[in-house]
């Protein structure tokens, strides 16, 4: 089955601690990106990468690293979290430019 | 600067009704424009798209209308069903900006029975 899989999808930290939400992707997709959904404000594309080994900012990139070392994971870092990084994540992949892009399920995110 | 607007955060429509969606944008380097659906503890779903060489994408139940010059589209079901409803969101792109997509806050559709 086609599919994007983010794990975790619940997770609850606390501030500085490092952690990692995996995304993987088994649709040979040569685009991927991150975003948050926060009430109110949609969805914010953190980074994105359209290939292996490229990568770039999307509109709110501040406090997270991503790498793409294969083409199917796109792991996103949170290297010392912070509360305002409390939010509901989303890995999406797509095939190419301007095409539709599949979504995970989400990775409820909550930095105490 | 918010590059792409559904004003309206909500919509109630009756089942066996017309749903119109709304969407404006500000960037006119955008060439692409998309369509979601989000279910809650789900992640959204591609509904429907269409390119800036159109004015008008049908699949289904579902259009997609595009008007350039006024920087508006919109998303129309019909009929609507209860199972329609979820949050909505619309999203454009631009194929200068490789990868980078701007989406709207969400409209969130309720269909009554």
């Known amino acids: 089955e086609a599919q994007v899989t983010q794990n975790p999808r619940y997770l609850i930290t606390v501030t500085g601690k490092k952690l990692t939400v995996t995304c993987s992707q088994n649709?040979?997709?040569?685009?991927m990106s991150w975003y948050r959904q926060d009430p109110g404000l949609g969805l914010r594309q953190i980074y994105y990468s359209m290939n292996v080994e490229v990568t770039d900012k999307g509109d709110v990139p501040e406090g997270y690293k991503v790498s793409r070392k294969e083409k199917r994971n796109f792991p996103l870092i949170l290297e010392s979290p912070s509360p305002n990084q409390t939010s509901l994540y989303f890995c999406?992949?797509?095939?190419?430019?301007?095409?539709?892009?599949?979504f995970g399920q989400g990775t409820r995110l909550t930095v105490v | 600067d918010q590059q792409v607007k559904q004003n309206s955060p909500s919509l109630s429509v009756q089942e066996g009704r017309i749903s119109i969606l709304n969407c404006d944008y500000t960037?006119?380097?955008?060439?692409?424009f998309l369509w979601y659906k989000k279910y809650p503890a789900e992640g959204p779903t591609f509904l429907i798209s269409i390119s800036s060489i159109k004015d008008k994408n049908e699949d289904g139940r579902f259009t997609v209308f595009l008007n350039k010059s006024a920087k508006h589209l919109s998303l129309h079901i019909v009929p609507s069903q209860p199972g329609d409803s979820a949050v909505y969101f619309c999203a454009a792109s631009d194929y200068t900006n490789a990868g980078k997509s701007t989406f709207g806050d969400g409209t969130t559709l309720t269909v009554k029975p």
């Open positions: 649709m040979n997709h040569e685009y």
């Open positions: 999406a992949s797509s095939p190419r430019v301007n095409t539709e892009a599949f």
């Open positions: 960037n006119s380097m955008f060439d692409y």
